[in-house]
């Protein structure tokens, strides 16, 4: 009997040499997919330790055009950690701590070099304001004591390295009131309004001008002012809306308000729950990204983020620390009837910072569980920051990442750097510099959080911009090609184009933050490797006030570094 035999088996198995190549890029491709997959699921963003003592307690900063950043603590702290050169002092009669002071209470740092040059600020810093203008100045109000009306002016240089060189100018009597604990912020005609501070319940202007000076009534700031100097409405969350109005948020609700006419055009809800957000409760806020710009009508959402119950100061004081807020509300506050949406944050958080990074997600840094902000009122430190995606699905929009070892109580700040990454310094809950025998040293460090868009894993998917070059002037409503280089594949549909407007940072509020995607095109392949993307800028001031921009280009979520360009 005849064995059976299968034709399968016996016929051998032929395949075209290039078919097989491609066969085995593509099992070449799955694993590696699956190895990026594996990463990313496990990703949490990384600390490094930039340096272990700048001099002073970063309390303020401000990244400027140059790309160095502008930190200062305040002048009666006694002395820094780092001299003034030259022999130079500071001779002040009326400071409570040292009458003449050879040490410096504001740096320089250099991102690139990773060094720092002391500054000579004259007058009292201590929880002002401040923003930078059109020019790329940094203009800084208000503070204590003689500094109260003061103004300050940094220009910027990239060849300064000695005091005495591009240094602080100071502008005695250049505001009509004290300013302490107030907020600021660039308007479309390139001016300061100064809004706020304690026991000062108006707003004012700077540059003066004929038609405006003078300081106006706000009685908003009246009405949200806690009694018995508890407040909770100091650094007002301010933001310019789309239409030119602002959005003024102080202790648990919120206005429109037309600076032109003194007029209030809405009230807004009272946040849920009622419990204040600002200082000392001291929640943050930030205007989530501002997307369709070239739509008839833009939408403008306000997310507001931790903070501290009712009552939280007075207990703190008395050694009672209650545990701080974990809710954010979100408004979209162009609606006819806006209301608050409340979430959830996976750890509560007072004393947070928020920082807007390039792909339009929210970093929440810094701060506290229990007590609130002021002088030794926080415990037990969130070392633990969180990822917020406002463009997911309610209730998986929070992300928790790695933990740094330094806790950022009271006095600890956060700002974006054109790389990305996110330049974290200061706490300081004492009333002078206390290094032994407390529960949190004053922090002369310096360190930088990068998100996870920053692991090797991304390299390849990572644009690069090869045009135009920074520093790049533009117009409004201008049409521009975007050229990039990217390592791999690109997705021509995950391709956005971003503007990042850097602001100033104390007190866990970054006045002038702001975020817009930029109308685009599809992505075409111009060359090896090399492609272009056609943008149309912000059609006009209200959207984007003039000044100085990070732009950055964004694949799947990853950036580009960015580059300056600036807006007039």
């Not at 198995?13 to 694993?31: E, K, N, R, T, V």
């Not at 106006?216 to 009405?223: A, E, G, N, T």
């Not at 510099?433 to 692991?455: C, H, I, K, Q, R």
Request: glycine share 8%.
């Amino acid at each position: 009997m005849k064995k059976s035999t299968s034709t399968s088996n016996n016929i051998p198995f032929f395949i075209h040499p290039h078919i097989f190549l491609l066969l085995l890029l593509i099992c070449q491709w799955a694993s590696f997919a699956s190895a990026v997959a594996a990463a990313l699921s496990s990703r949490g963003g990384s600390w490094n330790l930039l340096l272990s003592n700048i001099g002073i307690s970063a309390m303020h900063m401000q990244l400027l055009n140059n790309d160095r950043v502008v930190m200062f603590d305040r002048t009666d702290f006694g002395m820094s950690n780092i001299s003034l050169p030259d022999g130079k002092c500071r001779y002040d009669q009326n400071d409570t701590k040292l009458k003449v002071d050879c040490t410096a209470h504001s740096i320089e740092y250099d991102i690139a070099s990773n060094s720092l040059r002391p500054l000579m600020v004259q007058t009292d810093v201590w929880c002002s304001s401040g923003s930078v203008f059109p020019d790329g100045s940094l203009v800084q109000t208000g503070g204590f004591n003689d500094g109260e009306k003061a103004v300050r002016v940094f220009k910027p240089c990239s060849n300064a390295t000695t005091i005495g060189t591009c240094d602080w100018e100071e502008i005695q009597g250049g505001l009509i009131q004290r300013r302490w604990y107030s907020t600021n912020h660039i308007l479309p005609d390139g001016r300061q309004i100064i809004i706020g501070g304690r026991r000062a319940f108006n707003y004012e202007f700077y540059p003066k001008s004929a038609s405006a000076n003078n300081s106006y009534s706000l009685p908003f700031l009246v009405k949200t002012n806690d009694p018995n100097k508890i407040e909770n409405n100091l650094y007002p969350f301010v933001f310019l809306n789309v239409d030119g109005n602002l959005f003024i948020f102080a202790n648990n609700r919120a206005i429109l308000f037309d600076y032109t006419k003194n007029e209030v055009l809405k009230n807004y809800p009272e946040i849920p729950g009622g419990d204040p957000r600002n200082y000392p409760s001291t929640g943050s806020a930030i205007l989530l990204p501002l997307k369709n710009l070239q739509a008839q009508e833009i939408q403008a959402e306000v997310l507001v983020c931790g903070g501290a119950p009712k009552g939280s100061y007075t207990s703190a004081l008395n050694g009672n620390f209650s545990g701080a807020l974990s809710t954010c509300g979100r408004i979209t506050i162009t609606d006819p009837n806006p209301q608050w949406t409340m979430e959830t944050m996976p750890l509560a958080r007072t004393m947070g910072d928020m920082v807007i990074l390039p792909n339009g997600n929210v970093l929440i840094i810094n701060g506290a569980t229990t007590g609130t902000a002021g002088w030794e009122c926080g415990r037990d430190p969130v070392l633990k920051p969180v990822i917020y995606r406002p463009d997911n699905p309610f209730d998986s929009r929070f992300e928790i990442q790695n933990s740094s070892t330094i806790p950022r109580m009271y006095h600890s700040t956060a700002v974006l750097l054109r790389d990305g990454r996110v330049l974290v310094g200061g706490s300081n809950p004492h009333i002078y510099y206390n290094f032994t025998g407390v529960l949190f040293p004053t922090e002369l460090s310096l360190e930088a959080f990068s998100p996870s868009y920053l692991d090797l894993i991304s390299e390849y998917l990572r644009p690069q911009i090869i045009y135009p070059a920074s520093q790049y002037a533009i117009e409004y409503g201008q049409r521009m090609p975007i050229r990039f280089k990217v390592a791999g594949w690109v997705d021509i549909n995950l391709v956005t184009v971003t503007m990042v407007a850097p602001g100033f940072n104390t007190h866990s509020f970054t006045m002038n933050q702001r975020l817009l995607v930029l109308a685009s095109e599809n992505v075409k392949l111009i060359g090896e490797n090399a492609y272009q993307i056609n943008v149309v800028t912000p059609n006009n001031a209200k959207l984007a006030p003039p000044g100085y921009y990070l732009l950055f280009v964004v694949h799947q979520d990853i950036p580009s570094e960015g580059i300056w360009v600036k807006i007039q």
